[in-house]
Nanobody
């Protein structure tokens, strides 16, 4: 049973930073790309960022490129999302995802929502 648990969300002023973490269960974490999606109230879920299983290849939505950084620690089965220069429009529930098949490329993570999902963590950016 796959289990993803996010943490690190909260309330921050515009221009501030937050670091989200996602702890994953399972012994094959290092064989899977990992990603982050977000959903704002009244809006559709959107892809944010993904990282390949080796931790080298990363892929970002244009809206967060240059401000957010995705990384992973395979020894800790954890993926991170460092969010800098936050804007009110970044307010959303952020969820981490694990593809259902190993060795999915980071670019492909954002093309589907057919992944394992965490419960999400709320990020609120005040103006």
């Amino acid at each position: 049973q796959e289990r993803l648990v996010e943490s690190g969300g909260g309330l921050v002023q515009a221009g501030g930073s937050l670091r989200l973490s996602c702890a994953a269960s399972g012994r094959t974490f290092s064989s899977y790309a990992m990603g982050w999606f977000r959903q704002a109230p009244g809006k559709e879920r959107e892809f944010v960022a993904a990282i390949g299983w080796g931790g080298v290849k990363t892929y970002y939505a244009d809206s967060v490129k240059g401000r957010f950084t995705v990384s992973r620690d395979n020894a800790k089965n954890t993926v991170y999302l460092q969010m800098n220069s936050l804007k009110p429009e970044d307010t959303a529930v952020y969820s981490c995802v694990k593809p259902r098949t190993p060795y999915t490329t980071a670019e492909r993570v954002g093309e589907s929502t057919n992944h394992y999902w965490g419960q999400g963590t709320q990020v609120t950016v005040s103006s």
